[in-house]
Nanobody, 123 residues
Framework: LQFVESGGGLVQPGGSLNLSCTAS????????IGWFRQVPGKEHEGVAC???????????AYAASVKGRFSVSRDDNLRMTFLQMNSLQPEDTGVYFC??????????????WGPGTLVAVSS
């Protein structure tokens, strides 16, 4: 699968953004789809993931730092995944990517990263 992310921007602390990720390639429904973020000098950090409904229960998982503020969803017909981000804080700043995971979101499947979308939280 290949992904193109969109929806990032500059937002004040406490604000919201809704990121989108469009996939191309076969087999979208059988994959878990994860959202990751990266800040300069650091590795990609897993933020959220939604499992496959085709090959699992479609459950969600979140990093502790975003639980209760972020919500991940998917539309298999559109081959899209969404990340609704509320109550944004400066530490949420980074470039956000999506990527394929195992159907249960237990493991990331390494592949080339897409272009990502920049989220900047600042007053």
């Amino acid at each position: 699968l290949q992904f193109v992310e969109s929806g990032g921007g500059l937002v004040q602390p406490g604000g919201s953004l809704n990121l989108s990720c469009t996939a191309s390639g076969p087999g979208f429904k059988v994959y878990g789809i994860g959202w990751f973020r990266q800040v300069p000098g650091k590795e990609h950090e897993g933020v959220a993931c939604i499992g496959s409904r085709d090959d699992g229960d479609g459950g969600t998982a979140y990093a502790a730092s975003v639980k209760g503020r972020f919500s991940v969803s998917r539309d298999d017909n559109l081959r899209m995944t969404f990340l609704q981000m509320n109550s944004l804080q400066p530490e949420d700043t980074g470039v956000y990517f999506c990527a394929a995971n195992t159907p249960d979101c237990k493991e990331y499947i390494p592949d080339a990263w897409g272009p990502g979308t920049l989220v900047a939280v600042s007053s």
